[in-house]
């Protein structure tokens, strides 16, 4: 089952009665509320991005705001290359390895031809492409 973002993706989760254990949040601070509502006691949730913005969470409150027992962190990828982060230490030939054989489903759910491009972009701004998509170029 995929349930999108719209601000209620805790009572969503709840409603269809999935139990999730961590969560990636790619939306950051205008979702931040209800991303620590959708994991369960002692889940986790990573906030690894800004799409919906920059502005701060009004009021917030972790006392008040944030479940207790559950995780909060922050990922932010311009620290990717530094000292306290090397690229070397991502293991991504392990990663793209599991996906070859199937233990990660990372395969597209549709892949484009490059003079397929402005069709990619129809499908991916309809909010239809039920997952990812590729361009292939060349």
């Known amino acids: 089952m995929v349930l999108t973002e719209d601000g209620n993706l805790s009572e969503r989760a709840r409603a269809a009665g999935i139990v999730i254990d961590a969560l990636l949040d790619l939306v950051g601070n205008s979702v931040l509320r209800d ?3 959708t994991v369960r006691p002692r889940g986790r ?10 502005a ?19 990922f932010g990828s311009s620290v990717f ?12 030939a392990d990663l793209v390895a599991k996906a070859e054989v199937g233990v990660y489903h990372a395969k597209p759910v ?18 239809t ?3 990812k998509m590729t361009v292939a170029v060349g």
Do not use: K, W, Y
């Open 110 to 127: 549709r892949t484009f031809t490059f003079d397929e491009i402005v069709r990619a972009h129809e499908v991916m701004e309809s909010g």
């Open 81 to 92: 290359g530094t000292p306290g982060f090397p690229l070397s230490a991502v293991p991504l």
């Open 56 to 74: 701060p969470v009004p009021e917030f409150n972790p006392i008040a705001d944030l479940p207790s027992g559950v995780q909060l962190s922050f």
């Open 35 to 37: 991303s620590v509502a």
């Open 129 to 131: 492409a039920g997952g």
């Open 45 to 54: 949730v990573c906030q690894a991005g800004f799409l919906g913005g920059l």
